[in-house]
């Protein structure tokens, strides 16, 4: 294969959705921690959104399967726990994607908690938390007090 620049990896990683949120990819959810030319390897770091994150080891083949899929002979995807990952790193279009798809994105970077979670659906911020845990461990279950629809926050890390 001929060499390929790690911008152009960098694309090819944005096509590769998040398996438990398909709508981000996991470039933008901020998974996607470096990407290094090492010779005929590509050495890809990823950091998932917290420590035990059943979904990591598809990401990896993901993220292998993506860049095989593009010519890439010799992929390395290395898991980094340090610095862990924070709702920081995510991308205002990952926000945005996650806003859309009905999963209320975590406020601002440096993630201090709004006074109440504004429901995704219909803006209200009349909502509850009803368990710290919601569809994944990395997300809070709510529940919208003016449209009664529960939805997930993407907690803040």
Not at 42 to 52: D, F, L, Q, R
Request: one cysteine or more.
């Amino acid at each position: 294969m001929t060499a390929v620049s790690t911008a152009q990896v960098w694309q090819w990683l944005d096509e590769v959705m998040d398996p438990e949120i398909p709508v981000v990819s996991v470039v933008d959810l901020g998974i996607v921690r470096a990407v290094e030319t090492r010779g005929e390897t590509i050495k890809v770091t990823i950091t998932p959104t917290y420590s035990g994150c059943p979904a990591t080891e598809v990401i990896a083949r993901d993220v292998r399967e993506a860049l095989v899929s593009h010519g890439v002979d010799q992929v390395s995807v290395e898991t980094s726990l340090a610095p862990a990952w924070t709702t920081d790193w995510l991308t205002p279009r990952g926000r945005e994607a996650l806003l859309h798809y009905g999963i209320a994105p975590p406020s601002a970077v440096g993630c201090p908690l709004p006074p109440a979670i504004a429901c995704p659906r219909c803006g209200s911020s009349r909502t509850a938390l009803l368990s710290r845990f919601g569809s994944t461990p990395c997300k809070a279950l709510y529940r919208c007090e003016a449209c009664l629809e529960p939805f997930d926050h993407f907690k803040c890390h």
